[in-house]
């Protein structure tokens, strides 16, 4: 099952036409025959499936057959990540966040960032791709990158973290109960946050937390919180 | 905080003699002096630490210190995968499920596998890799290649699990509250297992598993499922 993407897309949306590289992969790759159903959505919730009434490798036509709007998630898990040094760790950590499914990202930098610029336009694309191949239909919001004391001072959500690796009383993430409501954690560049950082979160009511006894990499605690965030909202509506 | 690797450190051992590889990065990247602590592990438990008594590019010495052992995890997660077509998904896997506390990796061959060969002194260097970037002294076991059908129809474990994608009544795998016990966990490939592999693994008392609502890459579910376990884990020892 293959899904589509269209940022446009309406529910009232008739007819669509997909691009040239679109049509090339739906004929030669998914061979695809007129008649047949292909979904797409807008990543704001939209499945709308249509049946292909024009079909060659430049121009391929689908017209309307049903629309379903899925709803949001409940509450938000937001991950604020310093961007790794290496940018293939940093582009892994998107797909599978958005696979798993987080809800907001902010690419932050810090005192101890190795990376101090990012490729927005490319990032967008990663979460498009990945939320395409999980078959999901609503795109994690990347915000702009931004600079950590901003965006501690000025963020605010109900369930604030910070996952650091310095000495201080930490409970692991996966001990709290509150996380069936909207989280924000914060997971620092390659060389931690820096003690200042880290008094400046906790000066605006960031928890500090432990993601477990391993040293992580930064894209991996990413993920590892992420999930935790997850899991425990599976357990808590079962 | 560095550590190294060495198979067949003893307890006993009372020099370490460190590769010309190692050297250059003991006094290049980690600009390390004669005198100064160095930490190395065989995988197995142990933490060994010593000083160095003689440092140059090619062939540097430490003398013992201190050993410490650590305690094997009390129970097993052993994941057993298809390994995926692109060898970097699979490397990726090997490396995050490392970090996150993996003991035992069974690639399995399986009817829709599309990767019939794999590098086992690759994928152990990748382990070994994430073992020290980790800080762990327990290197996860590495079983041989074997086919699906030999391997399920002679492993045991406590719990035995298949997250496949056919329809089924299927629990979420965070809604089990055995999961302290010994995990094995069946990870299919990019075409998801066969119903004949899916037959033969019920007959064989695996129990059929969800990984949450999502539809999960190959890697991404190998790694939800270890996690899954982790977190049931750090939940059940608090």
């Known amino acids: 099952m293959e899904l589509f993407f269209q940022e446009n897309l309406l529910e009232s949306t008739l007819e669509i036409k997909f691009s040239t590289e679109e049509s090339r992969h739906i004929s030669k790759v998914l061979r695809k025959k007129t008649g047949d ?22 121009n391929t036509l689908a017209k309307k057959t049903t629309t379903i709007f899925h709803k949001k998630a409940k509450s938000n898990i937001h991950i604020a990540i310093a961007p790794t040094k290496s940018n293939d760790r940093m582009e892994w950590f998107l797909e599978k966040a958005t696979e798993i499914g987080i809800t907001h990202i902010t690419p932050i930098l810090c005192n101890h960032s190795e990376r101090r610029n990012i490729k927005s336009d490319r990032f967008e694309k990663i979460l498009i791709g990945a939320l395409k191949q999980s078959y999901q239909f609503h795109l994690p919001k990347l915000n702009a990158f931004t600079n950590f004391s901003d965006f501690v001072s000025s963020i605010s959500a109900d369930n604030k973290f910070i996952a650091h690796c310095r000495e201080s009383n930490k409970s692991n993430l996966s001990s709290y109960n509150s996380l069936s409501k909207d989280v924000l954690i914060l997971i620092g560049p390659e060389g931690d946050f820096s003690s200042e950082e880290v008094e400046l979160a906790s000066e605006n009511d960031f928890l500090p937390i432990a993601l477990g006894s391993q040293r992580l990499r930064t894209e991996t605690a990413g993920i590892v919180a992420c999930h935790t965030v997850i899991i425990k909202r599976e357990q808590h509506n079962t």
């Open 37 to 58: 159903t292909i979904t797409v959505t807008n990543g704001k919730g939209l499945e709308w499936k249509g049946v292909i009434t024009r079909l060659d490798t430049r």
